[in-house]
């Protein structure tokens, strides 16, 4: 291998954080999106259960390469703005993470007992107070390991935002391979980078869930 | 009497007003206006353009884009995008033109506009120095695989020249080059120019197939339904070309004498 | 309807090489699960060895493809390899690179369905005088193989969508033909919904025929 491999880790380090950023940045935009999807698949109303199960059947049915193209190719045509590949990339990878993400916290809102409910409709708290205090918290640590999933699945699916030219770590390396002659190798230091990123995430992931466990016992009015 | 002035000035109003050209060229008008023309480039394709180290763009499209800018009265204002970022930039009037080694087709053509042309090149077939195939003519074989960059003209020059061999479409030059130095391709088909720059950079390890293939016209491209400013762009097209103003530029950035 | 049809004419002489795409798309997502599956097997039993360094070397195994994109997988496989000797076309590299791919997860399935076969089984099998591989073959992989069916349906679907990616290394499959055509004829919206529409069946055939072939495999279960 090259000694130019070392002389572009400062490169590679600070497109590693660019992948990070955008994969982090769909992630939350995808939580935001997949909350709501979330309410709507729980909610009363069939017509919301109808379009959330549409949204998702799409992505499942649907490669997310293929929207990333159409958002990077055909939005600007059709509704006459201009999109960087960063935008474009981070409204593709957003939307998936939020179809991916909607079926978790369902589960979790749904995951937490009857009793909660309706222990907490007694004492009189509102809608709001009831999700924050009482839902969310115990929701969480059921979300919380498909989460780390999701997370480390957009980290590699990031990497789709190099074929329309944005500069993260995948294109970084293909954009080196340019520079020098045996810039092929760098492919490989790039794969490493990327298990080792992911990796990492999936430990640390462990890591905080097991602490949650501890944490996070259920207060009063616990298993129905 | 206060009526009748009253009237009759409404009218001369209402005449003045009608008689204002309707709604004329928009692109013209709002370049003319404003003082600049916004020109979108491919950033990083020397020496068509290219970054200097103080962070300025210099080159040969620079250069044009600077002087059609001068004859028109107004400055020059340059931005980025890449070979897709071309046709959307124009179609959603965040640029004016397009001087950004842009091959003129009718297809293309479809949806902008393109001025007269200012380059003339051709498509060459590069391959390894070490390769067993002599002409273009070899190269026409379904043992042969060729490559090119996806949405291109190399499509039609691959169908046209070697409708024989195999296809193999990437997502850009980069990858196509990849594919031939890895020798998953036996041959790539890039414009000329490109060529030289790659046959530069790395020694001696590729050659460029001497036959020229399909003829591409590089062309200013802007948004399609502004016949004034098409008017003036290819006004000064032509006299930049008969001038030999377009020789000498060419000659200062490529080294060598223009193609006819 | 008039509409429609020249909305859409442009695409016309495209559709002919969309069905060949769709061809190539199917074909090779069936290549990679078959491959995935045979890769899956082995290093499933390579993670429940009883030698240590078989274990670990299973886990890396798993670990490292998990954690690596697709596309950097097929990139290191198509313009890498050859470099070291080993070239594949982009077929083949596509197939390969997938395989690899889907073998981490089809491995973790696999796993959970060797160990829900009961204990009593094994035993029962060495007291009739099977070998082990007798016994692997007629009463473990059966039941593995009834155990992993629903998730493979799920799995077969991810790897039609993961196949868009072959693209990158000049197959030509349904999402490079959306990019070939949409960037000849700029109809990146229709383009867009047709190549959409294709994936959405595939996926639709593929579980159909999962359930009807999952139907007449197991009938007696129910």
């Not at chain 2, 120019?193 to 591409?216: C, F, H, M, S, W």
């Amino acid at each position: 291998m090259d000694s130019t491999v070392f002389i572009y880790a400062g490169v590679l380090l600070k497109a590693m954080g660019t992948t990070i950023w955008l994969s982090w940045l769909a992630l939350l935009i995808g939580a935001l999106g997949g909350f709501i999807l979330a309410l709507m698949q729980t909610s009363r109303f069939r017509a919301l259960r109808i379009v959330t199960l549409l949204y998702t059947q799409f992505f499942v049915s649907v490669p997310v390469l293929i929207v990333l193209f159409f958002c990077y190719y055909g939005l600007p045509r059709l509704f006459d703005i201009e999109i960087s590949s960063f935008a474009a990339a981070t409204i593709a990878l957003a939307a998936h993470a939020s179809a991916m993400l909607s079926a978790v916290i369902a589960a979790g809102i749904t995951s937490v007992g009857r009793g909660q409910w309706e222990a907490a409709q007694v004492s009189g708290m509102t809608y709001p107070q009831l999700m924050r205090h009482i839902i969310m918290p115990q929701a969480a640590q059921v979300i919380l390991p498909p989460f780390v999933g999701v997370y480390i699945r957009l980290v590699k699916e990031s990497s789709i935002a190099a074929l329309i030219g944005y500069v993260e770590l995948t294109q970084t390396g293909l954009l080196i391979r340019e520079s020098t002659h045996a810039g092929l190798a760098i492919i490989g230091v790039v794969a490493l980078l990327y298990f080792i990123l992911n990796y990492s995430i999936s430990l640390a992931g462990g890591a905080l869930e097991r602490r949650l466990k501890v944490a996070g016992r259920p207060p009063l009015g616990a298993r129905q | 009497m206060l009526k009748n002035t009253f009237a009759a000035l409404a009218i001369a109003a209402l005449t003045v007003a009608a008689s204002a050209p309707s709604h004329a060229d928009e692109a013209l008008d709002s370049v003319i206006k404003r003082g600049t023309v916004r020109i979108v480039t491919l950033g990083s394709l020397p020496p068509f353009t290219q970054l200097t180290p103080t962070g300025e763009m210099e080159g040969y499209e620079i250069d044009i884009g600077n002087r059609l800018a001068k004859e028109l009265g107004v400055k020059a204002e340059f931005a980025v995008t890449d070979s897709a970022g071309r046709v959307a930039s124009l179609q959603t009037k965040k640029a004016d033109l397009t001087i950004a080694d842009f091959t003129r087709t009718v297809q293309r053509s479809t949806v902008i506009a393109f001025s007269d042309p200012y380059l003339i090149t051709y498509q060459q077939a590069m391959l390894m120095t070490d390769s067993p195939v002599k002409t273009s003519a070899d190269l026409n074989d379904a043992k042969y695989r060729v490559g090119f960059n996806r949405g291109g003209v190399g499509e039609k020059t691959v169908e046209k020249w070697f409708p024989n061999a195999q296809k193999s479409r990437y997502a850009g030059n980069a990858d196509a080059l990849s594919a031939l130095l890895a020798g998953q391709v036996d041959a790539i088909v890039e414009d000329a120019y490109y060529n030289a720059e790659i046959i530069q950079k790395y020694d001696g390890k590729v050659r460029q197939l001497p036959e020229k293939l399909t003829r591409l016209e590089i062309a200013i491209a802007m948004p399609a339904g502004n016949p004034d400013w098409l008017r003036v762009v290819n006004l000064w097209i032509e006299q930049f070309n008969a001038s030999g103003e377009n020789a000498e530029l060419f000659k200062k950035w490529f080294g060598v004498e223009m193609l006819k | 309807m008039e509409f429609l049809a020249g909305q859409l004419r442009p695409i016309y002489p495209y559709l002919g090489e969309l069905y060949s795409a769709a061809w190539t798309t199917l074909v090779l997502s069936l290549g990679a699960i078959v491959a995935a599956l045979v890769l899956g097997t082995i290093v499933a039993f390579g993670r429940v060895s009883a030698h240590r360094l078989v274990r670990i070397a299973a886990t890396f195994y798993v670990e490292f493809l998990r954690n690596i994109p697709l596309l950097v997988l097929l990139y290191f496989i198509y313009f890498l390899l050859p470099a070291l000797g080993l070239r594949f076309s982009p077929f083949v590299s596509a197939l390969i690179g997938m395989a690899l791919h889907e073998s981490a997860y089809m491995t973790e399935i696999l796993r959970a369905g060797l160990s829900a076969v009961p204990v009593g089984q094994y035993e029962a099998a060495q007291s009739q005088g099977m070998t082990r591989f007798q016994l692997q073959r007629h009463i473990v992989l059966p039941q593995v193989f009834r155990t992993i069916y629903v998730p493979l349906g799920t799995q077969f679907t991810m790897v039609i969508i993961a196949s868009s990616l072959a693209s990158a290394i000049s197959v030509d499959e349904v999402s490079g033909w959306m990019q070939t055509a949409g960037a000849d004829t700029f109809r990146f919206f229709d383009v867009f919904l047709i190549a959409a529409f294709v994936y959405v069946v595939l996926c639709q055939l593929v579980n159909l025929l999962h359930t009807v072939v999952g139907r007449l495999l197991f009938r007696a279960k129910g």
